[in-house]
């Protein structure tokens, strides 16, 4: 189907495809390199980070992340959102955690910080939060909290590149972050993610992770000493530490990466100011306005009903379909996760779902999102809203 509001427009450019014509021209090296170091490099920088490691999709960040918590600290609880996607809580599982399940605060679409202080306990391993759909996440208290309890907070910003809590980048507040740059996102590299932090051992961590657990992948003699004196019978190139994939990504996504990290900022610009027109245009009568917009960076129009509608929920389906405006139900990642069947007999029971996560439930049934780009202009917006605010009960 063709649509005249598509979620999201193309985004790798003609400076993009010209600047991997340029690299290709040299006869370079293309398995990871020089360029995905250097892509590292500059996107720690421009999130405000020591370490930054390149993998091919933000999935492949989440795993590698839970799996790394995992061998560093431990088992135990983690805290996870409702609204997110399935490898947030996938790679919980998969690395042998407990996932500990939150609902929603409806003004940031994240975690609910309240529910999330009364869950913490001793077996706490990691909270691990979404920043859902460009909006800051973050809390003061519950940010006192985990450092008090020393609890490592874990920041899935695979939505929201550039957002920012107290003017400091979502991303940079935890033990490690996760980011994508999967085609619909702020920005792409085709496929692609990263997994940042501060700490050198999570580092060390990550790096062998991404590549079959290798000992000879970590960068710091130290660390590889380690494991080489425990291994005196292995030949020190092939020592697999733990059991792992292979996440890596190649020198064209990167190079692809180092091109459009130049127009992020700008572009995020554009949509913010985009976010901003819509939620001024959107019904209040009619729809959720109310967000917490400080320091958000939306790659997506919001849409939640206030009511629970079906019909009129049909009808603005309806009206959006024979306008081609493309939407999602359920706003991020397919909504209420709880009611995913990979959840089966992990989560609640689906009568029993309504009763304990009523905000997340409501999105899921009531929400949506319609793509929110740089290339939009405010015509567009309000021809949007319009469409929007005329579908009445
Ligand atoms: C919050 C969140 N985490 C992780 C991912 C996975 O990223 P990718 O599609 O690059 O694997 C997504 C994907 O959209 C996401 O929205």
Redesign the pocket.
Known sequence: MNFSLPLMANNITAEDRAAVIEFLKGDPILTQASNVRAFEQEWSAWLGVRHSVFVN???SA?FITMAALRHLHGPGEVIVPTL??V??ISSVLAAGHKPVFMDVNPRTLAMDPRQVGAALNPNTRAVFL?HCQGFDGLDDALLAELQKRHIPLIE?V??SHGATHRGQKAGSFGLASNF?F?FAHHMSTI?G?MVCTDDEDFHQAARMLRSHGMVRESDNPEFRKKWEDASPDLNPKFIFAWPTGNYRSTEINAVIGRSQLKRLDANNRRRTENFQLFLSLLDPALYWTDFQVEGSVNYAFNLVMNKPDEALRDRLMAAMDAHGIEHRRGS??GGNQLRQPYLAGIAPEKADIPRLFPVIDHIHFFGFYIGNYPSLDADRIRWLCGILNSVRP
Do not use: I, K, L, Q
């Open positions: 999709s933000g999935a989440n997110t996607w490898s947030d979404t899935d695979c939505e994508s999967y496929e993610g991020a990642g």
